[in-house]
């Protein structure tokens, strides 16, 4: 009788096996069951019975558990960075919804004040105070706090001349800085 071709990860089927087993109607009394007394084989030892089965398994190879760690590290990583980009894209698309939300409030803003500047009257109030205009007949004061004008004159040269014992050359220099400044008097020379 031809033997069946072998499957992988089958042993091959033996005539010892089937010799092996206890045919039906053969344990005591008649019954279908194997006898309790059944011979072990000579070389077996007492090992728990978890790794007789798992190393009897021939789905347990570790050769096969390696390939199954590769391929799940290499998922892992296919899965992990376009899920680190898309974490990262969705950061910035929320930074950018913040700017957008700023600018259309400050466009708003400018708009009210684009709107104001259209009328005559804010463009009157705003000449007065900024550029200190008045109308044809009006007089204009302008009121000056000597206290106010102390507090703010720039300390160490408020209010003094240029030194007459300096060389010509830091003369004209001094002279050029406290041209601008209004708190410097003037000096006859």
């Not at 050769?63 to 290499?74: E, G, K, M």
């Not at 009328?119 to 000449?127: I, K, L, N, P, S």
Request: glycine content about 8%.
């Amino acid at each position: 009788m031809p033997t069946p071709p072998r499957r992988p990860g089958r042993p091959p089927r033996t005539t010892a096996r089937r010799a092996a087993r206890p045919s039906p109607g053969s344990g005591p009394s008649g019954s279908t069951r194997p006898s309790t007394g059944a011979r072990r084989s000579p070389g077996a030892t007492a090992a728990a019975p978890g790794a007789i089965a798992l190393a009897n398994n021939p789905r347990f190879n570790p050769r096969r558990v390696i390939v199954l760690a590769c391929i799940a590290l290499v998922t892992l990583v296919f899965i992990v960075s376009p899920l680190m980009s898309f974490l990262e894209q969705r950061s910035e698309v929320a930074a950018l919804e913040r700017q957008v939300a700023a600018q259309e409030r400050d466009v708003r803003r400018l708009e009210r004040e684009r709107e104001l500047w259209r009328t005559d009257e804010y463009v009157e109030q705003q000449a007065r105070e900024r550029l200190g205009f008045v109308k044809v007949g009006e007089k204009s004061y302008v009121v000056v706090d000597p206290a106010a004008a102390q507090e703010s004159a720039p300390p160490g040269r408020g209010g003094t001349a240029v030194d007459r014992r300096s060389p010509w050359y830091g003369r004209v220099w001094d002279s050029a800085r406290a041209a601008d400044d209004p708190n410097v008097a003037p000096t006859d020379g």
